[in-house]
């Protein structure tokens, strides 16, 4: 099983430029999460998909974040315009089902906002 | 809402037994799971208690105990390569996603 893949697993963009991070789950798994982990602030859910609905968004900061899942295979999660307080690693996990104990995390992305 | 409390930092010697505690407040309980994290890695799932008690997995147990919203991660025979951040996180109030607390660095010497 090859895991949660993410792409690119390091991105270097300019302030106000837009941002697609990439998520492939583990086959089979139909729930999906986006994390995003700062010194900070620690490890935040952002979004949760179940069968590639979007559940709960509560923990998407604003409007200028937006995740989509077209299919059970791939997610996306875009900010538009980036600012450099978005700066941060993003997670994507994927578990089995909702009633399972463990999710299982991709590599993540790092991302620089300059 | 959820929110866990852990201490931010433990330091250990090779061959030594940690203890990292965790407290938490929930609307709603379900379990409270362990993940590891290695610098610039994916956190790692550990471990996971629904019920009071100690389960054990090799060097590393993991405790709960509800009526006291209280739990902790046990690392036995410690070494270097345990160095890493541990988080304890329980599921949100819809009992559909985790929520972490903010982890705890753990720095085993030699």
């Known amino acids: 099983d090859a895991g949660v893949i993410q792409s690119p697993r390091h991105e270097v963009t300019e302030m106000g430029q837009e941002v697609t991070l990439r998520c492939k789950p583990i086959s089979g798994h139909n729930s999906l999460f986006w994390y995003r982990q700062t010194m900070m602030r620690g490890l935040e859910l952002l979004i949760y998909f179940n069968n590639n609905v979007p559940i709960d968004d509560s923990g998407m900061p604003e409007d200028r974040f937006s995740a989509k899942m077209p299919n059970a295979s791939f997610s996306t999660l875009k900010i538009q315009p980036s600012e450099p307080r978005d700066s941060a690693v993003y997670f994507c996990a994927s578990r089995k089902r909702e009633d399972s104990d463990e999710q299982f995390f991709g590599p993540g992305t790092r991302l620089t906002v300059l | 809402g959820q929110s866990l409390e852990q201490p931010s930092e433990v330091t250990a010697v090779e061959g030594a037994i940690v203890q990292i505690n965790c407290t938490y407040q929930?609307?709603?309980?379900?379990?409270l799971s362990w993940y590891q994290q290695h610098d610039g890695g994916a956190p790692t799932f550990l471990s996971y208690n629904a019920l009071d008690g100690l389960e054990e997995t090799g060097r590393f147990s993991s405790f709960l105990s509800r009526s006291d919203s209280y739990g902790y991660l046990l690392l036995q025979e410690l070494q270097m390569k345990d160095s890493a951040s541990y988080f304890c996180a329980v599921l949100n109030q819809a009992g559909t996603a985790l929520i972490f607390g903010k982890g705890t660095t753990l720095s085993v010497s030699s």
């Open positions: 929930t609307s709603g309980f379900y379990g």
